[in-house]
């Protein structure tokens, strides 16, 4: 499980056509340190589970837009 949460994060955030830099705005990360993340170079769960929401709750609010 803990492998793969990275390119999750990536094919989450590609799928909703967000910049790193702009995913990085929404949870306060960094663009490198969300690039590490993608790369598997770097996470905590703490961090990890703060992106992957960060990304539902984007997904949510788009969907509501439409």
Known sequence: MKRNLGKRIKLKRVSLNLKQSELAKITGFSQNFISLVERE????????????????DYEIQLKKAR
């Open 41 to 56: 170079q770097r996470h905590s769960y703490t961090s990890v589970d703060k992106i992957y929401n960060a990304l539902k």
